[in-house]
């Protein structure tokens, strides 16, 4: 029977207050109607997400867009983390954002997948973020792209941060290939981010084990089920009384696997043990980052 379940939900959001160029995201802006049926769905996630009293719940937010500058995103955020059965929510976000809105939440619960946009924020007003949610006791990592026109403020980043707090580096790709990074540029990467060897290799996936579509699953919008956000296949819908029964061990039809939130999830690559309790948030449990 089943007893836990981790959500990635992404729904109608694909908006963003910033405009990388490297970023494949909120290249969008809605309307007044797809704000509205944003709203909506969300409200009926967040619904589902409470009725569910038999599951341990996981629900981690990845927008195509950035969410909680949005007030229905923030109470959705509030009102799950209060929810007993609900024992993590996790979000993607810029911190771009007033974070006062995190007092009304369970902390304990709480945690957020942070990335830094040089040229989209100044420094000094990101740290100052940073300070709030260490203020606030909110778990968090920190990310950043690994764009050599970033370097200079990735090094600058890391000297701000306190030593303890992870900052990985995602690995720049152009369209599905990574960057061709020099020696010397892997070299200061792994010095950034001692696990920026993991994110920066495509792994062979197809017909391997992949928890995906067991223990975890992605819903859209409309709750339809994928097993990730990287296979469109329908497996189902959680608004359907019989969702569970879909959820079951299945190997992987992509040819190959590029994002931590997808290959995290194999279990040949051994990543559970390294992250614990921090998969989600992408905190791993004991990295030396000196």
């Given amino acids: 029977m089943l007893a836990s379940l981790t959500v990635l939900y992404r729904g109608v959001l694909s908006s963003c207050n910033y405009s990388c160029g490297y970023c494949p995201f909120a290249k969008h802006q809605e309307s007044a109607a797809e704000r509205q049926a944003d709203r909506r769905s969300l409200r009926r996630f967040t619904a589902w997400a409470q009725q569910q009293s038999d599951l341990a719940l996981k629900l981690f937010f990845t927008p195509w867009g950035e969410a909680l500058i949005r007030k229905h995103y923030q109470q959705a955020l509030i009102t799950l983390s209060q929810t007993a059965h609900i024992e993590k929510v996790v979000f993607q976000t810029n911190l771009s954002g007033r974070l006062d809105f995190l007092q009304q939440a369970d902390k304990n619960k709480v945690a957020l997948w942070v990335t830094y946009h040089p040229g989209e924020v100044a420094l000094v007003d990101f740290l100052r973020q940073i300070d709030d949610l260490i203020t606030q ?47 010397e540029q ?23 084990a992949c928890l995906t579509g067991e223990q975890v699953i992605s819903v859209d919008q409309h709750g ?64 030396s980052m000196s």
């Fill in 137 to 183: 006791q909110i778990r968090f990592s920190v990310g950043v792209v690994g764009k050599p026109s970033h370097f200079a403020a990735i090094t600058e980043l890391r000297a701000a941060l306190a030593p303890e707090i992870y900052l990985w580096v995602n690995a720049y790709r152009s369209r599905s290939r990574c960057y061709p990074y020099k020696p």
């Fill in 186 to 208: 892997f070299f200061f990467l792994n010095q950034i981010d001692p696990l920026f060897n993991i994110n920066a290799q495509d792994y062979q996936s197809l017909g391997k």
């Fill in 224 to 287: 339809t089920i994928r097993r990730c956000h990287f296979i469109d296949k329908k497996l189902g819908n959680i608004y359907q009384q019989d969702y569970r029964s879909v959820l079951i061990p299945r190997p992987c039809s992509r040819n190959h696997c590029q994002c931590h939130i997808g290959y995290v999830h194999m279990p040949e690559r051994q990543l559970y043990p390294l992250f614990g309790d921090g998969v989600l948030e992408r905190i791993p449990s004991s990295v």
